[in-house]
């Protein structure tokens, strides 16, 4: 039997916030079978700030009630104009 997962998903910027295309959502969890799970991420960040930053955390729980979670952060980095 599959754990019960949760995923939890934020950002330094706000969802929908001006300056990034004002558009959300700004992640998709998907789940493709047997357990996995795909994250899609929007690749874009405020043009007035220094980068986004989505903070991802998978909890793991099994039918006894162990849990285990994992994080993992990813970064949009601003435009290096040259």
Same mark, same amino acid.
């Given at each position: 039997e599959n754990p019960n997962v949760a995923i939890s998903i934020?950002? #330094?910027e706000p969802i929908n *916030? !001006?300056?990034d295309g004002d558009t959300g959502p700004d992640w998709n969890v998907v789940a493709t079978g #047997? *357990?996995?799970y795909q994250i899609y !991420? +929007? =690749?874009e +960040?405020?043009?007035n700030g220094s980068g986004r930053v989505y903070t991802i955390r998978v909890t793991a729980t099994? =039918?006894?009630g162990n849990a285990s979670s994992a *994080? =993992?952060?990813v970064s949009v980095p601003k435009s290096q104009k040259k």
């Amino acid at each position: 039997e599959n754990p019960n997962v949760a995923i939890s998903i934020t950002s #330094n910027e706000p969802i929908n *916030g !001006l300056g990034d295309g004002d558009t959300g959502p700004d992640w998709n969890v998907v789940a493709t079978g #047997n *357990g996995s799970y795909q994250i899609y !991420l +929007r =690749a874009e +960040r405020a043009g007035n700030g220094s980068g986004r930053v989505y903070t991802i955390r998978v909890t793991a729980t099994d =039918a006894s009630g162990n849990a285990s979670s994992a *994080g =993992a952060t990813v970064s949009v980095p601003k435009s290096q104009k040259k």
